[in-house]
């Protein structure tokens, strides 16, 4: 990155940035080198082409949506923002073109031919020889025609509305049969991947060889049996878009849930953020889709023959393990697993559990044993993404049925989980649970349970604090942190904050944990300045951080005074991160890494050296001006010296990743000599060693 000397002056008025939106498409790309990566098996690969698409979809949803709204503002308004938002959407369009270039390549080019040498054929119309032509025309009349419903884009068609994330085919008709037929005809098919339920169709196998093919191509291939008036089809594909955000004015009255309900369909109907296109599309069939759309050619993106690559998550995988990671059975805790109860074991000391290396089966046992324990009188929890079948929620339910006070707070604004959120709401509340949708003004996003317990006519608290949320499905893939704990220091700030949820007044005081937006910028921005005060004391001085995103303006300056101070900053970022390492005379102190493997990173930790007393703080939030201000989120410290020790390794580990690890450039960080480390297997392997002999290290 930058390395020229720049005025000290000048950085503390107005500190270097990477542009945010830049950054995360820096991310994203990360995903794409993933794909790119031949020493990924190879069905893992075509996961990764998935998870890449469905990353870009939601940020044009989202971010590119909002940088449209804002170049539509009046110039006046517009000439406030920090930056230019059609500057920054110009950078924004022309880096996603790169990077569809290349995603296109590393598909054609790399994906389709490895599969190939697997003996697996992703087939398109024009490669089928008869016996494969005869199964899917008879494949297309009994599974696929009976879903579709084609439109034809004549006068009749004034107003043609493209759902949300919805694959169609523009049919260009040409070469009429018979003489009342147009010379000319337009026709719009959605492809019915969510009624057929999926997007792809095995073909029998054939002396070892594996055929699949896209619905879309069968459906290329059967346009005679839709359109028999015509000789000549061409079929394009197309895809919307739609501006995602939620415009919610959070009152304090009022029926929030009303609104989120209204918002989700407006959501359908938002204004296109983009429309993909194929390439190969007709100038004739884009304007036609535009004149009966709406859609101007301001929104199209130009794409591929094929869209909403997230689809291959359907991707069949043929029962070819070797193509797929090697399994990673879950661990058991060495010290939970020998537990009859959690509370009971909860009542001798802390525990940390690492997903998705260990088991999320001891939450569930947690939440299952209170409901049935006569002793608990009461159980809180925050809800920010449950599972679809969430064995959390049926608990809090089953506890409420028993009797005891349940308080569950509800977050109605978790992106694109409203409505499973808003089911589980309606589901507790039937069930005799409190209910409370959040915070007016704030987003709560901290994962919190607390379980109230009359032991000998004394109330006693126990917490669960997390990283990650609530969900038996994400804990498998994301990399989070929990604690169990009934140490009161930690119990007496958890009950703080669900008082807070209740009776919504900000005059909470937290002696231990760092709350946001009360308290926790102010503690952070303490621990950095007590490393400057010891940098310039000569003392030794330090930071790792680890978050998944790094924007907010004031935490960057804060940690460039720190480098200027001479304090070592270690940072490991998977997303977004503004920061500039390695600037002479701002940040030459600051590294930072980032981590894209077969887990998602999401744990939050924060170290401070505090002269040779480390600090540690897991947290659920980032360091991002809406976790700091405007939204509820928690970092708990880490106070039993075991499990310090536990993170300490973790993150050690991370810090030596010399596989999966990247520079802020998107190189690969290589040190100059050490054994290989790969982050996350290393990882696996330090926990499963630390199961006592004897006992079975996996979970059945």
Known sequence: MASDKVSETKHKKNPPLIDRELSWLAFNYRVLQEAKDESVPLLERIKFLAIFSSNLDEYFKVRVATLKRLIKLKKKTRQKLAEDPSDTFEQVIQEVRRQQQEFGEVFREGILKDLRKENIHLLTEHDLNPEQETFVRDYFQEKLQPLLLPIILDDTETHLFLKDQTVYLGVRLSEPKEAEARDEQFSMIEIPTKKHGSRFVKLPTVDGQRYVMFID?????????????YSHYEAHAVKVSRDAELDIEEEVSGNLMAKIKKSLKKRETGYPARLLYDPEAPQSLLDAMMMHTGITEEELVEGSKYHNFRDFFQFPDFNLPDLKYTPQPTLVHPLLERERSIIK?????DYLVHYPYQSFDYVIKLFNEAAKDP????????LYRVAEDSEIAKALAKAAKNGKLVTVVVELKARFDEESNIFWAGK???????????VPDLKVHSKLGLITRNEGGKLVNYAYLSTGNYNEDTSKIYCDHALFTADPRLTKDVEQVFNFFIDQHPDKKFKHLLVAPISMRERFMELVNREIKNAKKGLPASMILKLNALQDERMIKKLYDASQAGVKIQLLVRGICCLIPGVEGLSENITVR???DRYLEHARVYIFHNNGEEKYYVASADWMTRNLNRRVEVAFPLLQLDLVEQIRKI???QLADDTKARNIDNSYYKPSSQPHV?????????????VPKGMKPERD
């Open 678 to 690: 790969r982050a996350q297997y290393d990882t696996y392997e330090y926990l499963r060693s630390l």
């Open 375 to 382: 002793a608990v009188t009461a159980m809180s929890a925050t």
């Open 651 to 653: 993150i050690d580990i």
């Open 594 to 596: 980032s981590i894209v």
């Open 345 to 349: 074991a909860m009542q001798k000391q």
């Open 217 to 229: 191509d069968i459906i290329r291939f059967c346009l005679p049996e839709l359109f028999p008036k």
């Open 428 to 438: 507790l509340q039937k069930a005799g649970a409190n209910v409370i949708f959040g």
